[in-house]
Nanobody
Framework: QVQLVESGGGLVQAGGSLTLSCAAS????????MDWYRQAPGKQRELVAR???????NYANSVKGRFTISRDNAKNTVYLQMNSLKPEDTAVYYC?????????????WGQGAPVTVSS
């Protein structure tokens, strides 16, 4: 079994910062891509940032220059540093990871971390 556990969400004023963490645990052979998604009320879930196993990153245009994704492979953890937060960043943030157990990769999701940015 694999679990992704997120932490670090909360309430912050516009212009502030938050860091989200997502730790994977279980019978993990390897972790490939690790992603952060978000879903705002009434909207579809969208990809915010992605990091490959080698550390290559890409970002949604809406967060470029403000958010930074990183990972600690020794800890099976992915982070999302969010700076200059805006009210439109308010959403539930989900981490996702492509994890191989034995021989078959599959995508696993965290439970979601609510982020509220007040104006």
């Amino acid at each position: 079994q694999v679990q992704l556990v997120e932490s670090g969400g909360g309430l912050v004023q516009a212009g502030g910062s938050l860091t989200l963490s997502c730790a994977a645990s279980g019978s993990i052979f390897s972790i490939n891509g690790m992603d952060w998604y978000r879903q705002a009320p009434g909207k579809q879930r969208e990809l915010v940032a992605r990091i490959t196993s080698s550390g290559s990153t890409n970002y949604a245009n809406s967060v470029k220059g403000r958010f930074t994704i990183s990972r600690d492979n020794a800890k099976n953890t992915v982070y999302l540093q969010m700076n200059s937060l805006k009210p439109e960043d308010t959403a539930v943030y989900y981490c996702a990871a492509t994890i191989t157990i034995a021989t078959t990769p599959a995508t696993y999701w965290g439970q979601g971390a609510p982020v509220t940015v007040s104006s």
